[in-house]
């Protein structure tokens, strides 16, 4: 199969079979050197360096939006995930007798901002996942006229389950409640229209599939929802005219960026804005049928040898680019180092080994890697 993402696009260490994108990304080449033009400039001529990047950043913002079927005006460019959550979970007017309604197997990023509402009388409840996934009928059997947010990843960290967002989003607005995702482990991989599946919000870092920077995010928010999202962590841009230093009465940003707060991570913004780029001219389409092929592969050349892949690969629209697989006889943190010692990057934890191919990655380096199991 041809890659969609030519591989002379990164600069993956010779002999290194790099499958570890739910961990980190690997920046493309093109990233790699916007950056050191940008670290260049900056060192050489300080302020005038960097003044371009920041003019940029309403370019930036676009090109993030855009890639999620959004617009400009309801980014927010922020460090991480949680921070993104929490601007939701913090600004939107929850207390004693609302309720949230999560999976148990959300990452952290996902979880602290929503579980940090119970000190305010909020309820949040867990939906018990793996054993019982947040389907649609899952969904309405948990769901009540005081659930006001549904927050769910998009894709699970641990197992690579795809969520249906379209339908979870129609069971959530049905009951009256926000629908609100953590896209980290599936956008870069796979196509999003925010306006198609209906969500209220979607935020990611862009460290792993999005193949950027550590350290920075966006929030997208439905701007019909941006006055229900109060501003709970102000900075000095966070109002209409941030150059009109002492006028403290000011409102606040008439859009996104509000959010913000202070002086936000211009490099980590032109690494998003560079990779998506890359991305979006390979085609996420194709990279979205490269990298579900990759782990069928996989999965099969596995499920002969007698390994357990976990999760539900039962369906095309529930894969993602995530694999863990184990087998009872064998210790996956020995096996990790093992791999690894073989120059074979993957992420290895107590209940197995994660592969995540990207765009890039082979039908050979799956074989290389079945190989080094036997």
């Known amino acids: 199969m041809t890659a969609p993402l030519a591989r002379d696009a990164f600069a993956v260490a010779p002999g290194l079979i790099y499958v570890n994108h739910a961990a980190a990304g690997v920046l493309p080449v093109a990233t790699r050197d916007a950056l050191h033009a940008m670290i260049d400039d900056h060192a050489a001529r300080g302020v005038l360096g ?114 249906d967002l379209a339908a979870l989003t129609e069971v959530a607005h049905a009951r009256g409640a926000l629908f609100v995702v953590d896209v980290m482990q599936g956008l870069g991989a796979f196509p999003l229209d925010v306006n198609a599946t209906g969500v209220d919000a979607v935020y990611a870092g862009g460290a792993k599939w999005l193949m950027a920077l550590q350290g920075v995010s966006f929030l997208w928010l439905r701007a019909a929802l941006l006055d229900r999202v109060a501003l709970r962590l102000p900075g000095w841009r966070s109002v209409a005219d941030m150059w009109d230093f002492l006028d403290y009465a000011q409102r606040p940003a008439p859009n996104a960026t509000r959010y913000e707060g202070g002086t936000v991570n211009i490099i980590g913004a032109l690494s998003l804005a560079t990779s998506i780029d890359v991305l979006a001219a390979a085609g996420i389409e194709r990279i979205a049928a490269h990298v579900l092929a990759l782990t069928d592969q996989l999965a099969d050349g596995l499920q002969s040898r007698g390994w357990t892949v976990l999760g539900d690969r039962s369906r095309d629209d529930v894969k993602s680019g995530i694999l863990t697989f184990r087998r009872d006889d064998v210790d996956p943190i020995a096996l990790g180092k093992r791999l690894g010692a073989a120059g074979i990057c993957a992420t290895y934890r107590a209940n197995g080994i994660r592969i995540a191919p990207h765009g890039y990655n082979t039908g050979d380096e799956i074989n290389a890697i079945l190989d080094a199991l036997d």
Request: with cysteine; net charge neutral; charged share 25%.
């Open 50 to 163: 960097t003044a371009s990047r920041e003019l940029s950043l309403p370019a930036y913002r676009r090109r993030i939006a855009e890639f999620v079927g959004g617009r400009g005006d309801e980014i927010a460019l922020l460090r991480n995930t949680g921070d993104c959550a929490t601007v939701l979970a913090q600004g939107l007017d929850l207390g004693p007798g609302d309720e949230v309604i999560i999976g148990a197997n959300e990452f952290g990023s996902n979880a602290y901002p929503w579980l940090a509402l119970r000190a305010r009388g909020v309820t949040v409840t867990l939906i018990d996942a793996p054993r019982e996934r947040m389907t649609p009928d899952v969904l309405r059997g948990y769901i009540s006229p005081r659930t006001k947010v549904v927050a769910v990843s998009w894709v699970t960290f641990d197992d690579g389950y795809r969520h």
